[in-house]
T-cell receptor
């Protein structure tokens, strides 16, 4: 079965502090991992995906298959990063459905 | 104006009545999804469709039904069998279910009284 776990529901930091949003997954096949973000009063949207290996808005995420993790990191948080963040997984070799974690609310204080 | 549209934004129904939520996309996407979003629960997958005339149950399909007769449309019916239907419902679409970006609608808030 596909499962995504985001162990923390809330994270509050000050501007300029590093942030790490944790995501662990369970999947027997080859996983495809994503981070989605929902800013206040906006639609849920893709932030980044592991296969592209790019940095978006200063965020990066590395897929660690040994630890089955896909943590989202940013070295210096900005106030505009305040949002709900969801880790998501789809996969090859299985049902190929897109499943999400429970989400984490990041608040960046001035 | 391309995108994915859910209607209505707010919906009220009496207990015991079936209700259908609309989801339309003009992105020419093959895959479409329905999620339920509850506080503290994240997004839970109700149904998904990889291609027209085909759909699969998600993790919480009981009490819901869908159809995919047209590529651009994926309506969700919340039946009277759904024990706790009051929730925020999100529809999404993507080119396929394999490692492609999902685009989300604005959502429909259903309240059953």
């Amino acid at each position: 079965a596909q499962r995504v776990t985001q162990p923390e529901k809330l994270l509050s930091v000050f501007k300029g502090a590093p942030v790490e949003l944790k995501c662990n997954y369970s999947y027997s096949g080859s996983p495809e991992l994503f981070w989605y973000v929902q800013y206040s009063r906006q639609r849920l949207q893709l932030l980044l995906r592991h296969i592209s290996r790019e940095s978006i808005k200063g965020f990066t995420a590395d897929l660690n298959k040994g630890e089955t993790s896909f943590h989202l990191k940013k070295p210096f948080a900005q106030e505009e990063d305040s949002a709900m963040y969801y880790c998501a997984l789809s996969g090859r070799g299985g049902s190929e459905k897109l499943v999400f974690g429970k989400g984490m609310k990041l608040t960046v204080n001035p | 104006d391309g995108g994915i549209t859910q209607s209505p934004k707010y919906l009220f129904r009496k207990e015991g009545q079936n209700v259908t939520l609309s989801c339309e996309q003009n992105l020419n996407h093959d895959a479409m999804y329905w999620y339920r979003q509850d506080p503290g629960q994240g997004l839970r997958l109700i149904y998904y469709s990889q291609i027209v005339n085909d759909f699969q149950k998600g993790d919480i399909a009981e009490g819901y039904s869908v159809s995919r007769e047209k590529k651009e449309s994926f309506p969700l019916t919340v039946t009277s069998a759904q024990k706790n239907p009051t929730a925020f419902y999100l529809c999404a679409s993507s080119i396929s279910t394999l490692n492609t970006e999902a685009f989300f609608g604005q959502g429909t808030r259903l309240t059953v009284v």
